[in-house]
C-alpha cells in the first residue's frame, strides 16, 4: 500500500516539477528616479542604488499565508513601478489581490529593510499589468478591469477610493484589458486596449472623447511624435498615426512582426521593434522610414536612447547598439544565459538592463558596454 | 544432422496466449512516454493548439474549451480505460486464486523465489501485471501538459501570450484571438479560484475538485468479499488520499486545471455508469461492507 502512495505523490510531484517547465510567468518591470532603480521582479520590488548596485530596500507585500492562503495567492509584481512628485514609490500586485501600494523609502523599518506603505487602493476587479501615470496631484491606473481608476494623491487617505472610474472600452470587460502606461499631452489622455482600440479621455471631464479601432490588440502604449501626432502599434503589423484630437488615423507603416513595445521618439525619428525581431526608425516629419534591422530575435522592449546611440533589447539577451544610419553592433550579451523583454533604463550614469532567467536579475552597464555591477537579490 | 534451430526452438518454454502482446504494449508505453517526456514543449504546444482550436470553435469560452478537451481525452482514451478497469479487475481477481494465495504462503519467507512464482502465475493465466497502470501511464503527458497549457492559453499576462504565439502551429492565427477570454461563470481560469464569502476567500472549485474525486473513487471502488483484502484496503485509503492531493493542487494552480480535474472525475463516473461497472452503494455508509 505505502508503495502505490510512494507512486502517486512521485507522479503529483512530477506533475508540479513538469509544470515549472513553463517557466516564469511574467518578465520583470524596471524604472528609475534619479540615481535609484526599481526593480519589480516576481514576488519582490527592489530599490538599488544606481551607483553601486546595492540593494537600498525591498517590498514583498504582506504575507500570502502559505498554501492554505484562503482568499489570496502569491504576490506578483511586474508592472514597472512609478515615482510620484513627492517621492512615493508606486507599486503594483498583479497577483489576483489586484492591490495597489504607495511605498514611503524614506520611512524604512530598518529590521526588514521595508518601506513603510503609505496608502493602498484595491477596488478593482482586475490583474495590474500597466503602470500608472501620475499627472500633477492625480493618479490614472488603467487595469485589465477595462477601467482607467483616477486617484487623488492629496486626500490623506490611506485606504483610497477612486474619485473617477472610466470605463474606456465598449467591449467585455473580459477583452478590455489594459496593459500599457496612458500617454497625455497634456488636455488628453491615450490609452490603449487588448481589445485593439485606443482611446482618448479628456483630462478635466474624463469624457471619452474618441475611440479607435486598430484591427490588432495593442500591448504596447501610445507615443506622441515631435509633429504632435499620436502614433500606435499594434498585433495587426502596423504603426497607425491618430490626430490626437479627433482620432482620425491611418496606417504609416507595415511591419514584419506584432510590434508589442512602445514606440520611442527622439527628435523626428521613432524607433521601435517587434516580435519577429526587426528594429525600424520612422521618421515622422517626412512620414517615411529611416531603416530596418534585424539583430538576432524577439523584442519587445522599447528601444532606450543613450547618449548618440539607440540601445535594444532582445529575447536572446542581446543589448543591440544602433546608430541614426541604422548600424548596429552586438553592445552587451550575459556571459551564460537570459532574456531580455524589459525595456532598459537610464539610472545615474548607467543603463540598465533586466533580465528573466538569468544568473542576476539587473545589470549596468556604462557608455562603453561596460559592466558595473550585477544585482541578484540576494 | 539435427537443425541447431529446431532443437532450441523444441526446448523454449511456449509463451502463454497474448503474453507477448502484452510485452509488446509495455514496451510501446514506455517508448511513448520516453517521447513524450524527452519532447515535452512538443506536447505541450500540441495541447495548447488542440485547446486554442476548440476555443476558437465554441465562441470564446476557456472553460467549455477545457470541458470538451477532457470530454475529447476520455474519448480517445476510452479504450485505455477500459483496459485498465480490466485489467485492475483481473489483478483483483488473482487475490483470490488459489494458486496465488498457495505460492504467497509457500514462499512467504523467499521473496526472489515468491516474485518468480507471480511471475508464472502471471503468464500462465495471461495477465499483464502492468495492464492496469499502463494506460493511467500513458495518459500522464497529456494531463502534465494541461498544466502549462492552460497558463500559456489563458494569456493572462504579456509574457503569456507571447509564449502562447511561439507554440500555436501556423494556421491559428493568434492575432486575431487576443485578448484571449479568461473568464468561465465567475471564474478567472487563469487564477486560483476563490469566492469571497463573508469577507473569507473560499475555494469553491478546488472543494468541488476534492468532493467529486472523492465521489468518482467511491463508485468506482469494487465490493471485496475477501476480509483483509489488501487491493480494497488501498482503494480505501486511496478515496481520502487522492481527493486531499488534488484539493492541495487546486487551491494552487490555475482554476482552468480544476475545471479539467472536475469534469474528468464526472466523465469517469459516466464511463464507469456505462460499463455497468459503478456501485452506487458504496456512497451509502456502510456500503462497502456489504
Redesign the interface.
Known sequence: ?RK??VF??I??L???F??G??G????PGLSASGDVAYLANTNTVYAIDAKSGKQLWKFSGESSGG??S????PNMY?ANPVVTEDGLVIILD???KHIMYALDPNDIDLEKQTPSIKWKFSAVHG?W?APPLVIGDRLFAPN?DGNVYVLDLTDGKSEKQAIETITVSES?K??A?L?SQPVTDGERLFVTS??KSVIAIDLETYDVLWREDLG??V?GGAALGSDGMLYVGS???QLERFDPATGAHEPVLDTKG?I?GTPVANGDNLYFGD?EGYVYSYNTAKGALNWEAQPDA?I?ASPLVYGDQILVATESGGVYSFNTDGDFEEWYKPATKGKA?TTPVIAGDFALVAY?ESDYYLVALDTESDEKWTFTGK | MKNPGNQTQAQRPELPKGFATETVKTIAVIAILVLAFTN??AV?NFVVNILIFIYTFVGKSFGIAIILLTVLIRLITWPLNAQQMKGAKAMQDMQNDKDWLAIQKKYAKDREKLAQEQMRVYREKGINPFGSCLPTLIQ?PI???L??SI??AIG????????L?NSLYSFQD??SL??L???FLWI?LG??E?T?IFG????ILALTVALTTYIQSKLTMPVSSTPGD?SA??AR??SI??PV?LF??S???ASGLSIYFVASNILSIVQYALMGKVNWRNLLPGGQKS
Open positions: 500500500m502505490k502512495f502517486i505523490t507522479i503529483l512530477a506533475a508540479v513538469l509544470s517547465c513553463t516564469a510567468v511574467a518578465w498554501i492554505f484562503f482568499g489570496k495567492s511586474i498583479s497577483s489576483s490583474l499589468i485589465s467585455s473580459e477583452e484589458r496593459w487588448l481589445d490588432g490588440a500591448p498585433l495587426a503589423k506584432w508589442w516580435v524577439v519587445t523583454y528573466l | 515535452f514543449s505541450i500522464f494531463l502534465f501538459a498544466i502549462p497558463t500559456y493572462s499576462t504579456p509574457l503569456s501570450i507571447l509564449k504565439s493568434v492575432a487576443v485578448p477570454n479568461s473568464k478567472d487564477l486560483p476563490r469571497i473569507v476567500g473560499i475555494p489488501q484496503a488501498t485509503m486511496m488520499y487522492m492531493m492541495l493542487f487551491v494552487n494552480y
